[in-house]
């Protein structure tokens, strides 16, 4: 087999409101798994507050150090909006408006019943920095940007899913991430040094271990991932008989 | 009114199982929120894989920048669960078996049945970097870990929390953020000067805006925090009313 690239990306969640635990974050679960789905792997996260010089820090460390970096949040109309400025500045350019965001926006707000006339919030929300593009909107009508490896999101998940939704297959990436579940009513302290030799018997597949504690058993979840899908299912396979001959109830697909 | 000091932590995530999508994160919300009961604001969340030097970058570098550092996950008994020796790394201590966490868990297992004897996946869970006290562990035997500014829990949401409970006012801290609430069936586009205007005439306030489509109504909820929850208090009062003036539904404390 030959040595495939490994591509990497990186999540950037902006927003006081996750910091201050008011708002339980969505984005990360779904942009890793849309990744995933793409052949990239989310290879970190960093969540920073609504402060252009703690954005602008975590984006171009970030860009640098991945393939693709991705953000969401703050690109609203209100004042507290500030991550189009705060990459405009880690890019060193000025920010600009986009000539069709604002077309998309006026036209959002005339079919909501109103003159299309943009007040100045709203033509907040046509702001990008210079150089960039627009990614689609489908559910909101203020379109998200991209500049250079860099993939600017709403922070409300749904609007932020339907912008991934609107990338889906235009990145380069590798092969996909195939995981492989098995559940089993065995404490992760008896079965852990049958899950080390099960790891080193499967290069190129990582075994994650995962307990809970449900209707007053003790189980846990075993996933095998790798890039080499059959790789991954001949691990579980062995897993599965394993466990099995030491006496644990196993379900294939997990508990 | 004397200046303040603002004590600040950062949390550092650690688990391929939140960067794979596989596992929704709960811990950042609790973390954050169990923060500002102790006068402390969580400043930066990092998630990092299962890997040590990757672990050890991070550790290193918040616990430097910040008052607190907080992790969560990979303390566990398998082979995944690296976390006690990435930050030994990170101290350049050795990693020791630590006599009452021994205790513990022998105490543990033997309570669930067994001899209490230790085997080597348990005796894991026992072993901290050199120099460590621990974090109790009310909920199932084996303990978190402290070492500096350095706090290991869990990464299993409900044990994090009992460690959280079992710290609380330990930690030296500052003023607990207040947070005042006003909901608004407004769009956000509308209010976004007031809002602007409003957090202008409050020095110390922070009003953030969250925007919700719900039945088939725009509104958003307008989050005002501070140290000083006098200042807090005063400055939703006066949302309330220009909202009020200005033709808006109002629904004080949130929609």
């Not at 991945?66 to 949040?73: M, P, R």
């Not at 998309?104 to 003159?115: V, W």
């Not at 080193?200 to 991932?225: K, L």
Request: aromatic content about 6%; overall charge negative.
């Amino acid at each position: 087999m030959t040595k495939q690239q490994t591509w990497t990306a990186a999540l950037v969640v902006i927003g006081d409101e996750i910091l201050s635990g008011r708002t339980q974050d969505r984005n990360i679960a779904q942009v890793a798994t849309w990744l995933n789905q793409q052949g990239i792997r989310l290879a970190e996260v960093r969540v920073v507050p609504d402060e252009e010089g703690r954005i602008s820090e975590a984006v171009n460390s970030l860009r640098a150090s991945h393939d693709y970096l991705f953000t969401t949040g703050g690109i609203g109309p209100t004042h507290d909006d500030i991550t189009v400025d705060s990459i405009a500045a880690a890019f060193g350019v000025p920010v600009i408006v986009h000539p069709e965001a604002r077309r998309i926006l006026e036209e959002y707000y005339r079919a909501r019943g109103g003159t299309g006339e943009l007040t100045e919030a709203r033509l907040r929300m046509a702001r990008v920095p210079e150089g960039a593009e627009l990614i689609a909107n489908p559910t909101s009508g203020a379109p998200g940007v991209r500049i250079g490896n860099v993939y600017i999101l709403a922070g409300v998940p749904h609007i932020a899913a339907s912008m991934l939704e609107a990338l889906t297959g235009t990145l380069e990436g590798g092969r996909p991430i195939v995981s492989v579940t098995v559940g089993a009513y065995a404490a992760e302290s008896e079965v852990a040094d049958l899950l080390r030799e099960t790891e080193a018997g499967h290069p190129g597949v990582a075994v994650g271990s995962y307990p809970f504690f449900r209707d007053g058993r003790y189980g846990a979840n075993f996933v095998m991932r790798s890039e080499d899908g059959e790789a991954a299912q001949r691990c579980a396979e062995d897993l599965v008989r394993d466990l099995a001959v030491a006496g644990y109830e196993v379900v294939a697909g997990g508990i």
